[in-house]
């Protein structure tokens, strides 16, 4: 008997993947993380055993733009980030590495200076509007991801190996400015303690 265990970061596709080889709806699945919430054995045939495993992360997402473009795919809890934020991260990055997309998809007639004038003119474009006209952020936000999530924006990357070299580098000096910091903290406290002994 053969066992396959199907593992992945949320929302991924992996319970929807194990339905398709099923031939039949078994495991739950939904667009957002976390729908999946213990091991499920599901029986293709006698000989063959999948299992289905909730999506993981790594427990410290140290590089905080690792984070941010897992949050923009779907994948972390919208409740653990806001809405804004995310967008914004998405917003500044497209905007710098996909133009042509967005003036496409948002018929954008002017260049936006930054990835916040971008959200705003999305949001009037789409009619994202409080009361007295203003632009609803949070709305326009989560038009954005949810437009981005369902692929109607094109094909996008969100990271690339030239992109990771550069923030391991980053990484690397922040790393080692904690270090000395913890260094530091701990010879003060040594000092201390001899003072007052
Ligand atoms: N566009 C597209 N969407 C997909 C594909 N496979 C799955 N989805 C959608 O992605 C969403 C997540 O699918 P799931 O199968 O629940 O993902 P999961 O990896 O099991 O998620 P968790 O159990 O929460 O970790 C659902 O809305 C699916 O319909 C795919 O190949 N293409
Ligand atoms: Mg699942």
Known sequence: MTHALVVGIPNVGKSTLINLLAGRVIAKTGNEPAITKMLQRIEINPQFILHDSPGMLWPNLENKNSAYRLAV?????????????VALFATDYLWQ???ELLSQRYALAERPANGQELLIMIGKRRGCLRSGGLVDIDKAAKLLLTEFRSGHLGAI???TPAMMATELTELECIRAEKAALKQQRKAQWRQKAKATH
């Not at 795919?73 to 934020?85: M, N, R, V």
């Open 73 to 85: 795919t779907g994948a972390i809890k919208d409740t653990a980030i806001s809405h804004d934020d």
């Open 97 to 99: 590495h996909y133009p």
């Open 157 to 159: 990357s969100l990271e």
